[in-house]
């Protein structure tokens, strides 16, 4: 039985083959979200019938990103970009303060657009029409415009991923952020789970907030984007 240690040292794999997988697609050597909901993947194993059941998986010029301990082996008739490292935090204590959310309403399905509009001016990270479906949504509207808001993304056993987390230019340093990630902790916490998040490791400002939250490094990953190979380059190949 996977203990929840071993779960967020594979977090997508976890997520795609228990609590989200009605979010993706695949089999038991590769999995993938849905393109509208993540552009995450993961595969069982490093081995060259894994890397074949992802390649399926994916259209032509697609790609989908996937996280691993270290540099990835040779990719069989799969391209692959090592775009950085990801450093994995965790809230080390449970989040029982009050917090004001007088203003703070849950997002859903007719607030899409907007959450899209949101996501491409402050850009948090990736997030598609059906990301809002991976858990609970919520933010702030001034004078009808949506301002701020934060989620959850990853859902595995113990353990709830806190994501998306952007506040428009203009109504930076209020404090929304914190405000927003502090509602969810608790929400998260009286679930019985535990926060945890992914940044940028060159994203200093951001894990200087997240360090204020009471949020601490659990590990380092490898961000790889893996598409089909160009028909021109060999079938394999190796990421430095």
């Not at 993540?38 to 490093?46: G, H, K, L, S």
């Not at 060259?48 to 992802?54: N, V």
């Not at 965790?90 to 203003?103: G, K, N, V, Y």
Request: glycine share 8%; with cysteine; net charge neutral.
């Amino acid at each position: 039985m996977t203990s929840p240690q071993h779960a967020l040292d594979r977090p997508i794999w976890t997520a795609l083959t228990t609590k989200q997988r009605h979010l993706g697609q695949g089999d038991t050597l590769a999995r993938r979200f849905h393109p509208d909901v993540a552009p995450f993947a993961a595969i069982a194993a490093e081995t060259p019938e894994a890397w074949r059941a992802l390649h399926t998986l994916l259209q032509p010029h697609e790609q989908v990103a996937i996280l691993s301990s270290d540099a990835l082996e040779s990719i069989d008739a799969l391209q692959a970009k090592r775009v950085g490292t990801i450093h994995q935090m965790i809230a080390t204590q449970p989040f029982t303060h009050s917090t004001d959310d007088s203003d703070v309403i849950r997002l859903g399905t007719a607030d899409v657009d907007d959450m899209l509009a949101l996501v491409q001016r402050t850009r948090p990270g990736p997030f598609g029409k059906r990301t809002h479906e991976m858990g609970r949504y919520i933010g702030i509207r001034e004078h009808g415009q949506l301002i701020a808001m934060a989620g959850e993304r990853m859902c595995i056993d113990g353990y709830v991923e806190i994501s998306a987390v952007c506040v428009n230019e203009r109504s930076r340093g209020r404090g929304l952020s914190g405000r927003l990630m502090n509602i969810l902790r608790r929400e998260i916490g009286l679930r019985g789970a535990t926060p945890f998040l992914h940044v940028f490791s060159h994203n200093e400002s951001a894990i200087g907030v997240y360090e204020r939250l009471g949020f601490e490094l659990r590990h380092a990953f490898a961000l790889t984007q893996v598409m089909h190979a160009d028909p021109a380059t060999p079938a394999s190949r190796h990421i430095a």
